[in-house]
């Protein structure tokens, strides 16, 4: 037996085992992962657009922080008649007349609003100079009004407005030094009364800006802080002001296409306890210019410019409060420009 299994051939040697391929696309994870393709390996590779907050771009004036929103909620309504006629004696100066007839609105303490039959001329004359604005007009009451723009330097401008009137107490006097930065604005005024204020506004990012105000009106002791912001885009403007006198404001203004925008505001006294918002719109056709507005008070108004030729346009004005159980209805006609 033992030389059996001594005679016993040996066993075969273990075969070798094939090694196992390398993967096709590498080792890892890299191996186990298709190919990118090249589109998005471009596309990675691009950079991010960076913000320059170094050359950020100028932002609107303080006090025109909600001009789009106003062109809609706030059209120039009127009641009755209206002619304006404006003759340009050569590119730099004009004359204008203009003649209204309606009724003015006389303040009371009960609900009822009480309304005087008024007309008056005015007459005025106009100088524009790209440095240089001068604007004044007359009216047959007596009243005078006066506009000065002037560019002391490329980026420090003044404004003077005043209204001077033989009633006692009632004529009024702005100065206004607008100062224009690269990212910045600022603003002092002084007025009669000695009423001090200045204002800020400062561009955060390309698209918001941030902005503040104080005053001090020494006629009547009074003082006040404000805080506004702005965030405006191709499509939308949006802004918030939250004053020390109790009042916030918010608007915003959608932009559907070049010729179309809607607007909405709100607004809040804090010291009255009064709550108002409106919606309004601004449509722009080829000949004509249609703006409206509703608020929370059941005020509806709208205002149409139908353009009839050039340089004379044909203006229909309308508003209905239905609670005040006041209602106005103005057209009237502008020639020249």
Known sequence: ??????????????????????????????????????????????????????????????????????????????????????????????????????????????????????????????????????????????????????????????????????????????????YKGTDYRAQFQIGNNAFYGANYIQSVTPNLSMGTEIFWLGHQRKSGIGFASRYNSDKMVGTLQVASTGIVALSYVQKVSEKVSLASDFMYNHMSRDVTSSFGYDYMLRQCRLRGKIDSNGVVAAYLEERLNMGVNFLLSAEIDHSKKNYKFGFGMTVGE
Do not use: W
Request: negative net charge; aromatic residues 8%.
């Open 1 to 178: 037996m033992g030389s059996a299994a001594s005679a016993a051939a040996p066993p075969p040697p273990p075969t070798a085992q094939p090694h196992m391929a390398a993967p096709p696309y590498g080792a890892g994870l890299a191996g186990i992962l298709p190919p990118k393709p090249d589109g998005e390996e471009e596309g990675k590779k691009k950079e991010v657009e960076k913000v320059d907050y170094l050359n950020l771009p100028c932002p609107v004036p303080f006090e025109e922080i909600q001009r789009e929103a106003l062109m809609s909620l706030k059209p120039e309504l009127f009641e009755g008649l209206r002619f304006d006629f404006t003759k340009g004696l050569n590119q730099k100066f004009s004359l204008s007349h203009s003649v209204f007839m309606g009724s003015l609105e006389v303040p009371s303490q009960s609900t009822e609003t009480i309304k005087v039959p008024t007309s008056h001329y005015e007459f005025g004359a106009n100088f524009i100079d790209p440095k240089l604005i001068l604007v004044g007009r007359v009216m047959t009451d007596g009243r005078l009004n006066a506009r000065v723009k002037c560019d002391l330097t490329d980026d420090l401008t003044l404004k003077i407005n005043a209204q001077l009137t033989h009633e006692p107490h009632y004529s009024q006097g702005m100065f206004n030094f607008d």
